[in-house]
């Protein structure tokens, strides 16, 4: 979750986010290492009481000018393919859960062992308790597994949403009439907090997600638990 005058991302919990989040880190050194060198070289020539004319006019130093960016950017590019690679790889899951985007709220369903589907809605904040955060908190939180592959789903109902919990490097785009699919592992148990990223409307911002990451044994007993509550109604 984010916090006030927070300037990076939030922590990472699967192997995606970590990834991206090394790969922001390296880039950032790599450009402010090429703008120190720039700067410095562009001060050394102007603050200098003789003027540099070999460098206006080297051929050596126009092709070194020419091939050093061209080789940082292939520099650059490697990990970013294998980053890419990395996010679009979808893994054998062993949950799988669609999220259906609808003014204004999320409905998740649970196919794997029997049809459950249940709707979360954003708590107003006149019904908050103590310590839950604004805008935030849901009536009933999505429930997975933690060191378990789970596929998910996403899809909208109306117009287009978009799924997004930071923690986790997911951003799904739910698109009416398409089904969109990513995998997450994630490799500690909590709680972590989304929203929806896509502007759908004039309560956009009332559409939170809650993800609740729990040990495979209460993961069974939650699923069985609600399996029963349906079967009873």
Known sequence: MSYWCQMYFQNGVTFTSMRVQWAFGMYCVVLM????FVMFSVLLCCSGSHQFIYMLTDHN???IWGTVPLLILVFLSWPSMGLLY????LETPLVTVKCIGHQWYWEYEYTDFAVVSYNSYMVPEDELKLGEPRLLTVDKSMVLPFSVWCRILTTSFDVVHSW???AFGVKSDAVPGRLSES???VEMPGVF??????ICGALHSFMPIRVEVVSAE????WLWILQS?????
């Open 86 to 89: 990395v996010l679009s790889e």
């Open 61 to 63: 130093l126009e092709r």
């Open 218 to 221: 209460l993961f069974s007993k």
């Open 229 to 233: 509550s349906v079967w009873e109604g």
């Open 193 to 198: 907090w989304g929203q929806c990223s896509e």
């Open 164 to 166: 997004t919990v930071p």
């Open 33 to 36: 290492l090429i703008f120190v």
């Open 183 to 185: 995998s997450v592992k």
